[in-house]
C-alpha cells in the first residue's frame, strides 16, 4: 500500500501538537539550557511562585493555558471535520 501525506496529516499533526505541549511547559531543560537572563513562561511562573507573587504567576500560567488551548482545538475541530 502507499501512504501519501494527506493521510499522514492527523497523525503529524497530533504528534506536532504533543510535542510543542511537552515543551511549552518543559521546566528543568529550560532552566539548564537557557541563557542568563533569558526567560520563558514556565521559568515566568516558578520564579513568580517562588517569590509569591500568585497573581503573577496566575497570569502567566493562563497565558500558557491559552497557547496550548489554540492548536489543541485547532487539532481536535479539524479530525471532527475529517468524520
Known sequence: RRITLPQLQPGL??????????????????LLL???GFSTLATEIWA???????ARAAAAAI???LIA????????LR????R
Do not use: D, W, Y
Open 48 to 54: 513568580s511562585t517562588n517569590e509569591a507573587m500568585f
Open 13 to 30: 499533526s497530533t504528534g506536532a501538537l504533543l510535542v510543542f505541549l511537552t515543551a511549552i511547559k518543559e521546566l528543568p531543560a529550560t
Open 63 to 65: 497565558l500558557l493555558v
Open 69 to 76: 488551548a489554540i492548536p489543541t482545538t485547532i487539532v481536535v
Open 34 to 36: 537557557s541563557p542568563i
Open 79 to 82: 479530525e471532527q471535520r475529517a
